[in-house]
């Protein structure tokens, strides 16, 4: 064989294993970018509601059937629960919260992870007890407020009203309803939701995100505030604001900075609570209206189960509406002398109440 006939022989072997060099690097790259899919979930359905207490069967199954995970591990909201034996497994949920909630189960194979997920939510094991009320008294209430928030302050009610244009922060006295003090907001503002904490009042607004804080003996504006939801109704617990947005959530918030600590969801035993609006904490417990109902339920602020539920339905006679007259709306808590008020959007009546 000649010296070129050597090199040619050498050339060829040289750049055909350059070439499989090549077609293996490309390979084991294509491997390595493509999603690593080895399990899913087959039960249960995403967005399962359960009743607290059930217990129900998480199933995987896999994706290829030639290809087992060496290890699975199990997470509930983050929390680890264990590794999986085999390919199913009881879940309980005595200790879980009410609401949301979201299973990970994370496959290992030859030091590569993928991870299936399911979301359930958690309703309550009990019916909220029924309860019902009497009228203490009846006073006048300005058929021209459009009630959004109430609450009692030194022998007065301060309520917000809302309707952009007519929008306002008042002090009203209970007796006559007479409104004693008054700001008015900008025209592009539809007012919600009032409360008082650390001797400033706070009031929301509906779509506009925008919050503010007056000093409460002279409504002087001491400053804004902003937050990423609809505000429908506000309340104190203890050193933090509760808010509502019309669902079922309840944020829990720093007052100063009005940055959201935690989230409640509010559920009963059909399922969760919508259209939470007014709020008002009283005695350890949350109480808010039920928008386009007549009915107040009492909320357990650390579980967001529904406890009871108030129907005031007969409050307004016949002769009491009027064509411009809406809905049930306001609650208003006088601790110091056990007094509970309540109205409506452009109400001719307030109305003291004490529930059974």
């Not at 490309?26 to 995403?46: A, I």
């Not at 290809?67 to 983050?78: F, R």
């Not at 979201?102 to 991870?115: D, E, H, K, P």
């Not at 700001?183 to 650390?198: D, M, P, S």
């Amino acid at each position: 064989m000649n010296r070129i006939s050597l090199l040619g022989i050498t050339f060829c072997a040289l750049a055909l294993g350059a070439c499989n060099g090549s077609k293996t690097t490309e390979r084991t790259e294509r491997e390595r970018s493509t999603p690593l899919q080895l399990v899913r979930v087959s039960e249960p359905v995403n967005g399962v509601v359960f009743t607290l207490g059930e217990s129900f069967n998480l199933n995987l199954r896999l994706i290829n059937d030639t290809i087992a995970a060496d290890s699975i591990v199990l997470s509930i909201d983050n929390n680890r629960i264990g590794q999986l034996q085999g390919l199913s497994r009881p879940i309980d949920t005595d200790n879980l919260s009410l609401g949301s909630h979201l299973i990970r189960a994370t496959a290992w194979y030859n030091g590569q992870r993928q991870t299936a997920s399911v979301g359930f939510k958690i309703k309550s094991n009990q019916p909220p007890k029924q309860l019902s009320y009497r009228i203490v008294n009846t006073y006048p209430h300005d058929i021209g407020a459009y009630t959004q928030g109430l609450f009692y302050f030194n022998g007065h009610l301060i309520e917000s009203t809302g309707q952009k244009g007519q929008s306002t922060l008042r002090r009203v006295e209970i007796e006559t309803g007479k409104v004693k003090q008054s700001v008015n907001l900008e025209r592009q503002y539809f007012g919600e939701g009032a409360t008082i904490i650390n001797d400033e009042i706070y009031q929301i607004t509906w779509t506009s995100r925008k919050g503010f804080v007056y000093e409460p003996n002279t409504f002087n504006l001491i400053r804004t505030f902003d937050y990423p939801t609809q505000g429908w109704g506000l309340t104190t617990v203890g050193e933090q604001l509760v808010m509502s947005d019309g669902s079922n959530i309840l944020y829990f918030l720093e007052p100063k900075s009005f940055t959201e600590i935690k989230r409640v969801e509010v559920y009963d035993h059909r399922g969760a609570v919508n259209q939470l609006n007014e709020l008002e904490y009283i005695n350890g417990k949350i109480y808010a209206n039920i928008y386009l109902t007549d009915k107040i339920v009492i909320i357990n602020p650390t579980t967001g189960m529904v406890e009871a539920e108030v129907d005031f339905s007969n409050l307004l006679t016949p002769t009491d509406r009027h064509r411009n007259i809406d809905v049930f709306n306001g609650i208003a808590w006088d601790q110091k002398n056990d007094r509970l008020f309540v109205t409506g959007k452009n109400w001719p009546k307030l109305f003291e109440v004490k529930i059974q």
